[in-house]
C-alpha cells in the first residue's frame, strides 16, 4: 500500500533531550515535506527536499533540522526541544516533477506525531 | 510571498443545510489549487484540486469548488452537509515556481449537527 509513514505518533519529553521522528515513503517520490499544524494557524512548513541530499527551509525551520540521505527516509530532527515545539506534526510527500495533468503534485500525508515538550 | 485566507475559522450547521467555505490567496501568477479535509483524529486526505481548464472542479463526497482567477478566489460547497462531514478544511495554494511550495490556510473547522 502507498503510504507514509510516520514514528512516533505521539511523544512525551522534555525540554532539551534529542528526538527524532522519522518519516519514510514507498511510493519513489521525490518531494517530501514536513508540516507542524497549530490551533488557528492551519499547517506551516518546516522543512522541505526536492531530492536526495537536497533539503531548504520552509517558513517556520527554526529550532529543527532535517536529512535525506535517502529518497525514501526524511528524518525531522529537534536537537533541544523547547515547549513552542509542542505541536502535531505532518509529514508529505510527492513527485516533484509534473508527469501529466493530474496527480503529480498532490501530497501524501503521513498519519501525523504529536509532540509534547514540557 | 503568498498567503492563504481562511475567512471562517469555525462554522456550525445543521444536516442538510448548504455548505461554503471561503478561500483567497495572494499570488499574481499561475497556481494549483487544493482542498484538504482532516477528520477527527485522522491526517489530511484531499478533497479536490483544481490545475487547469474547467473553473468548477468536483471532488469526494459531494465537494464542489470554484476557482475565480479575478478574485483570487477558490470556494469550497457542498449543496447538503451530512453529520459525518464534521471536520477541519483547508485551502492550500501551490505555486511551481516556487519549488512546489505549498501554503495552507489557517484551517476552518465545520461542525454538523444532526
Known amino acids: 500500500e502507498a503510504q507514509v509513514t510516520q514514528n512516533p505518533r505521539y511523544l512525551i519529553t522534555v525540554t532539551g533531550k534529542k528526538l527524532t521522528v522519522t518519516c519514510s515513503q514507498n511510493m519513489n517520490h521525490e518531494y517530501m515535506s514536513w508540516y507542524r499544524q497549530d490551533p488557528g494557524l492551519g499547517l506551516r512548513q518546516i522543512y522541505y527536499s526536492m531530492n536526495v541530499e537536497v533539503t531548504d527551509k520552509g517558513d517556520v525551520p527554526e529550532g529543527y533540522k532535517v536529512s535525506r540521505k535517502e529518497k525514501r527516509n526524511f528524518p525531522l530532527i529537534l536537537e533541544s526541544p523547547s515547549p513552542n515545539q509542542t505541536s502535531l506534526y505532518f509529514c508529505?510527500?510527492?513527485?516533484?516533477?509534473?508527469?501529466?495533468?493530474?496527480?503529480?503534485?498532490?501530497?501524501?500525508f503521513g498519519a501525523g506525531s504529536r509532540l509534547t515538550v514540557l | 510571498a503568498q498567503s492563504v485566507s481562511q475567512h471562517n475559522h469555525h462554522v456550525i450547521l445543521s444536516e442538510a443545510a448548504s455548505l461554503e467555505l471561503g478561500c483567497n490567496y495572494s499570488y499574481g501568477g499561475t497556481v494549483n489549487l487544493f482542498w484538504y479535509v482532516q477528520y477527527p483524529g485522522q491526517h489530511l486526505q484531499l478533497l479536490l484540486k483544481?490545475?487547469?481548464?474547467?473553473?468548477l472542479v468536483k471532488g469526494i463526497k459531494g465537494f464542489e469548488a470554484e476557482f475565480i482567477k479575478s478574485k483570487f478566489s477558490f470556494n469550497l460547497r457542498k449543496p447538503s452537509v451530512q453529520w459525518s462531514d464534521t471536520a477541519e478544511y483547508f485551502c492550500a495554494v501551490m505555486i511551481k515556481a516556487a519549488g512546489n511550495k505549498l501554503t495552507f490556510g489557517g484551517g476552518t473547522r465545520v461542525l454538523v449537527k444532526p
Open positions: 483544481y490545475f487547469s481548464g474547467d473553473p
Open positions: 508529505a510527500s510527492s513527485l516533484a516533477r509534473p508527469t501529466g495533468p493530474g496527480g503529480a503534485n498532490v501530497l501524501t
